[in-house]
């Protein structure tokens, strides 16, 4: 008898169940001494993939991040502003990812709006746009926002007023005025979303900001401006002489 092994049983077999998961635990730790040491060099996949493991500890997230990017444009923006159920229909996204995505969408709302509440808005442009793109320029339905000011263009409230469909929005400016007079707002910024991607304000959008003007102004209220925002940028009403 031949002592010698067959090529067969010398060939490896494929990897154990614990050879994987130890690959994949090595896999993750060089990940996040990388992000340690350098974060912004992370590709947008590899930041997906080290947050979806935190949710999915016993998952290969790096194939979930992908299509996620590939599903969203590539725009981590999109991503975590996405409504829940079009997240829940990701291939290999469970409760906890969306938990933890819409988490990190609500995480850098917080931390912009601070800098908002003590500041003199109408200085700080480049902030707000910031903060007003952060909060509504990716929502999937078109909202309507008014920011309430007090006398130094500091933020008293940032209410929405009304949510409506794909592209249009009802908005009553004696609902805009009744709130500015509870709040005691010398002025006010209206803004919505186009989920269009395309800010330019339409007809409708044009005349509806007038009416709003003329019933603040009745009551001595500022309309300093109002501000579309969107995917593809935005608008100030202000700037393009439209108020």
């Known amino acids: 008898m031949n002592d010698a092994a067959s090529p067969a049983l010398l060939a490896p077999g494929p990897p154990t169940s614990a050879a994987k998961k130890s690959d994949n635990h090595g896999h993750r730790d060089r990940l996040r001494e990388r992000f340690l040491k350098e974060p912004s060099a992370l590709p947008d ?121 794909v592209d249009h929005t009802p908005v009553y400016p004696r609902e805009v005025v009744k709130r500015a007079l509870e709040l005691n707002a010398s002025a006010v910024i209206m803004v919505h979303n186009h989920p269009s991607g395309d800010p330019k304000p339409s007809r409708a959008d044009i005349e509806m900001t007038r009416k709003v003007r003329d019933a603040v102004a009745a009551v001595n209220i500022t309309l300093h401006d109002h501000v579309v925002v969107s995917r593809g940028g935005h608008v100030s009403f202000k700037s393009e002489g439209l108020l």
């Open 45 to 165: 996949y590899e930041l997906l993939e080290m947050i979806l493991a935190m949710a999915q500890p016993r998952v290969d997230t790096k194939s979930i991040a992908k299509a996620l990017l590939k599903t969203f444009n590539d725009d981590l923006s999109e991503i975590v502003s996405a409504d829940v159920e079009t997240l829940r229909r990701v291939p290999g996204i469970g409760p906890i990812s969306v938990v933890a995505l819409k988490a990190l969408q609500e995480t850098v709302q917080r931390l912009l709006r601070p800098a908002m509440n003590t500041a003199d808005v109408i200085s700080s442009w480049t902030a707000l746009i910031g903060y007003l793109t952060a909060k509504a320029a990716y929502d999937s339905i078109e909202q309507f926002r008014v920011l309430y000011l007090d006398r130094k263009n500091r933020i008293i409230a940032d209410e929405a007023q009304q949510r409506g469909t």
